[in-house]
């Protein structure tokens, strides 16, 4: 579901930390996109297992800048914010969990229960974590440690952490995919013979960080993230899968294939 207002500015050097300059600008000349700023979107995920409503990812309400669509494309399928059951949390960053606070500062989905990896949650909101590594200024790292501590405030009493790993739902399980954050999780979605995998902020632009494996700046620990990148794309490869990237490209659809020096990235087309 598409959850972006307009996107706050930041440039492609953040997403790509180890690309030379000039062969990043080529990439994004070349694909007709902007050398100046890099624009991702937020594709939260609506479930329905077993009569129950689940939203994969929260969005980043306005942690990021002006509010989503995401309670209005909610509305516009006839769901109302009371009406989810569960909402998973892969990592807690503030675009994940921003929409968790409703603009009153209570819980925005009254019913649902919240589910957020363990590791993050004591990191990041039990914790004092220390944010150095991000390559932005450090007034943004303190708005960013203080929006997520703001966001789950609300549904900190009940939240229920889990281990990656973990089975959620039948149908739902959660893969380890640690390395961006300390407790990150990627998600399998299953049904019958048919499979998604949403991988979460493993990648942030399939074009720099698929196409070419540049290391995103926000990863914590950057060698984990690479190898757990690697891991689960070979597995999307090797399966054929069907990816769900919440920051790619509307509708965040696609194929992973293996080439002889890499990966590339094969969006799949809107259905309508
Ligand atoms: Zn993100």
Known sequence: MRNQPRPPR???GIYAGDAPEAELEEVLRRAFLPTDFMTLNLNTLLLEIDGRRVLLEAGAGT???PNGRLFDNLRATGVSPEDIDLVVISH???DHVGN???TDGGRAF?????????ADWAFFVEGEPDLSYMPVPEEFRRRFAANIKQSVEPVAQGIELYEAGAEILPGLTTIAASGHTPGMATFLVHSGGDQLL???DLAYHPLVNIDRLWRPGPDRDQEAAATTRQRIFDQAAADRMLVLGFHYPFPGLGRILRTD???SWVPAGWQF
């Open 10 to 12: 930041r440039t492609p």
């Open 198 to 200: 949403l991988t979460a």
């Open 110 to 118: 009254p019913r649902a229960t919240t589910m957020a990896p363990s």
């Open 92 to 94: 807690t960053h503030p």
């Open 63 to 65: 942690t990021m800048g």
């Open 100 to 102: 968790l606070r409703s």
């Open 261 to 263: 020096t890499g990966y």
